[in-house]
């Protein structure tokens, strides 16, 4: 067993299932969605991204955009929260941050999607 690829599944298996957890519920009930789930989604997002600048192979060159498109969301939605936080009506700015989030969602399945067939078509 490859202890590096042990670590590199974990979190890109990690990144989408915390992000997972945040974008779970109604989507206008900010209830269901707590600030720091959201920024846990976001530091174990970055951690795979670096963690995929190494691969220098056509499905790496894929994993890492992938990675990229999530990070950029899940700290699109930061932001927004951060910013729009006190100035907009609460159940509005959920639904933009959790559809984000969403987006970040899709991005990591595909991620996970890839290192699965990676995993499944690679010989011993």
Request: glycine fraction near 8%; avoid cysteine; aromatic fraction near 10%.
């Amino acid at each position: 067993m490859n202890l590096e690829k042990v670590i590199f599944g974990f979190f890109i298996v990690l990144a989408m299932t915390l992000n997972y957890g945040f974008f779970l519920g109604e989507i206008d009930n900010p209830d269901h969605h707590h600030v720091y789930e959201l920024y846990a989604a976001i530091v174990v997002s970055l951690i795979a991204t670096v963690l995929k600048f190494g691969d220098r192979t056509q499905v790496g060159a894929v994993l890492l955009s992938t990675s990229l498109a999530a990070d950029l969301q899940l700290i699109a939605a930061a932001i927004l929260w951060a910013i729009m936080g006190g100035s907009m009506d609460e159940a509005s700015l959920m639904v933009y941050i959790v559809s984000l989030s969403g987006g970040a969602l899709m991005a990591n399945f595909v991620s996970v999607i890839l290192l699965i067939s990676e995993t499944i078509s690679q010989r011993r």
